[in-house]
């Protein structure tokens, strides 16, 4: 109803029947006209624990599915080098249906992780563009990646704001009735945007979907005679990679709030060379600036310290929370690659947490947990500590066990400060308490099931062997699941390994299990997974599902390339040329692997000597008596 609605056109089919299938490969949903198949997970919800988590993946994926029948299906896309008309279109539509479907989840706050997870995607030299010639099978196998999905849905969030919902959805009805049951490009959708709005928007959108990467825009704040914001931009490209090649200037809507006199002004402007500039209607020089208003460009800003400790502490009040993740977000990336004091982006984590719900609460424990990869040995005991001092008390208040009280934020924000404290922090209390609920962790909610039984897994060995001895035998697709996700997250290198012998087991299906070669969450098990690779690759290879469908084996070049280590970084590059860049899709695979691991190398180096300055610091709070009232 909602998106017969939305998009003003009846449902084009005779039927709409939902169907689950047990496995799938590559792909979690299909959108087969009047037949949508979802894996298993995403479709059946557990009758006996129902959690609110599961009913939101239902209705999100189910509404990225069925868009797809008017989108994708009832009109469809000409050629392969346009799938993101598809994709990224359905990607933009599921969170409009779950908004309008449950107000209260506030899904459009999604929409900012969508267009993180895109520039993280595009934020490589060797990314794809959106509209990617289609020259041979590998680019299709390629074409459904972060740069379809998330890029395509992002580009479109931010030309929507620029014309107006109404004009955009206008122009969407008049596409779809121009091309009903037949096959449409880019081309024509822009066209129609450019219609409806009275705007050509053509180069526009040209510059972001037919040139791979993203613009970083430069505001400058120049008081010097009236108000104005100088502009400027380049593409970004964090340490490590190699310079891009050239790209054209990028077409950008750029939206600013700003100060004017203690009260909050917007300005927009179209960014469309190198430099400009807006001008500002201030009568005094504003205090702060937020060079992109709700998070909606599909752009990084470059701030400076100045800026970010502006935005904290005066503009805060009147910065919508897409904005302040924004904030936080550019302080972490920045700090990140050396650009910002480690110190000034871990400023924000209060200020996150304080937002309590499932995005800013996430946000709050993202970047600080990330730092856990360039922590040296000596330092893991502060650094333990200093996660258990941030995120201990939260994950107390909220408790290991669901409250008839809670709501979805609730309960995601429980999995993420129970698995900060007591998974990254090492909390004592929780850690028993998880030990002590897998005893019957069954029969436990499943919005906190995985959570609790992988924290007992990785503590007690007991835990382990009774999970390990157990998985064949459970008849449950979801809890096995479950098991074999904690027996493949356990830090022990040498469970580990003995975990990994689940992959060669002939009684358990090997779509489940081969998972778990990416488990490896430290140096000591990533080493232990690329180890049984080696040792056992005919055999792995042999068990590989041979359908190819919206990914290929070459992933598991990631296995090798998740090792962030200076020394052993020309032979992981030379072994993953050697033994994946010659599979269907590998050779783009491989080259953006290579490239993640040396942006990580490049970050180890530049946040080394901050992280041991920051823990050397650090003095954790001493242990309380608990025999003392």
């Not at 600036?289 to 310290?305: E, K, W």
């Not at 947990?369 to 201990?392: N, T």
């Not at 970084?569 to 490239?595: C, L, Y």
Request: net charge negative; with cysteine.
């Amino acid at each position: 109803d909602l998106l017969e609605d939305w998009f003003g056109i009846p449902y084009p089919y005779d039927k709409a029947d939902e169907l689950t299938i047990p496995m799938t490969v590559g792909f979690g949903a299909m959108e087969n006209p009047g037949l949508v198949t979802y894996a298993q997970d995403l479709i059946l919800v557990d009758a006996t624990h129902p959690s609110w988590s599961s009913r939101h993946l239902w209705v999100s994926v189910a509404s990225h599915e069925l868009a797809h029948q008017w989108f994708g299906d009832f009109v469809t896309t000409a050629w392969w080098d346009d799938i993101w008309l598809n994709e990224g279109f359905a990607n933009w539509m599921e969170t409009k249906i779950t908004a309008r479907f449950e107000p209260a989840w506030h899904e459009e706050l999604s929409e900012l992780g969508m267009r993180d997870s895109a520039l993280g995607a595009d934020s490589v030299v060797t990314a794809r563009q959106v509209r990617q010639p289609i020259t041979k099978v590998d680019d299709i196998l390629n074409a459904f990646d972060g740069i379809t999905y998330n890029k395509g849905a992002s580009v479109l969030n931010m030309f929507e704001s620029y014309v107006g919902p109404a004009v955009f959805q206008k122009a969407i009805r008049e596409y779809l009735k121009a091309h009903a049951y037949g096959n449409a490009t880019s081309e024509e959708l822009v066209a129609a945007i450019s219609a409806a709005s009275g705007k050509d928007l053509k180069a526009a959108f040209a510059s972001f979907l037919d040139q791979p990467g993203e613009p970083e825009i430069t505001a400058t704040l120049d008081c010097t005679a009236a108000p104005k914001l100088a502009l400027s931009q380049h593409r970004y490209v964090p340490p490590g990679s190699p310079e891009p090649p050239a790209t054209k200037p990028w077409i950008v809507p750029v939206c600013v709030a700003y100060d004017r006199g203690g009260k909050r002004a917007e300005q927009c402007a179209m960014l469309d060379g190198p430099e400009g500039a807006i001008a500002l209607e201030a009568k005094t020089c504003p205090r702060w600036v937020m060079p992109n208003v709700n998070g909606r460009g599909y752009y990084r800003v470059a701030l400076t310290a100045a800026q970010v400790t502006a935005l904290r502490d005066e503009a805060w009040g009147q910065l919508m929370w897409s904005e302040r993740m924004v904030v936080s977000g550019t302080a972490s990336t920045e700090a990140s690659h050396g650009k910002l004091p480690l110190q000034l982006a871990l400023s924000f984590v209060p200020k996150m947490l304080a937002g309590g719900d499932r995005f800013t609460v996430g946000r709050a424990v993202g970047f600080p947990l990330g730092l856990e990869l360039y922590v040296s040995d000596d330092q893991r005991g502060k650094y333990e500590a200093w996660v258990r001092m941030a995120f201990g008390p939260g994950a107390a208040k909220v408790g290991m066990l669901a409250k008839d009280s809670d709501d979805l934020d609730a309960e995601s924000t429980r999995g993420e400060l129970i698995n900060a404290a007591a998974w990254h922090g090492r909390d004592p209390e929780l850690v028993k308490q998880a030990v002590e609920l897998a005893g019957k962790w069954r029969d436990l909610p499943g919005a906190i099931r995985q959570t609790v039984l992988t924290i007992a897994v990785d503590a007690s060995p007991d835990v382990f062997a009774q999970t390990l001895a157990e998985v064949k035998k459970e008849t449950d697709q979801r809890k096995r699941d479950e098991m074999i996700g904690a027996l493949g997250a356990v830090r022990d290198p040498k469970r580990y390994e003995q975990a990994l012998g689940l992959l060669l087991d002939k009684d358990i299906d090997f779509r489940a299990t081969m998972w778990m070669l990416f488990g490896g969450s430290i140096d000591a098990t990533r080493n232990t997974a690329q180890a049984f690779y080696r040792a056992h690759e005919k055999e792995l290879l042999a068990r590989m599902p041979q359908d190819e469908t919206t990914s290929g084996v070459a992933e598991l070049s990631y296995v090798f390339t998740s090792s962030c280590d200076p020394a052993r970084r020309d032979d992981i590059a030379d072994f993953v040329k050697a033994h994946f860049g010659s599979m269907p899709g590998g050779e783009r695979t491989v080259k953006q692997a290579i490239e993640g691991m040396d942006q990580c190398i490049a970050s180890r180096r530049l946040l080394e000597p901050e992280i041991r300055a920051w823990l050397g610091g650090y003095k954790p709070p001493k242990a309380k008596d608990s025999k003392k009232k």
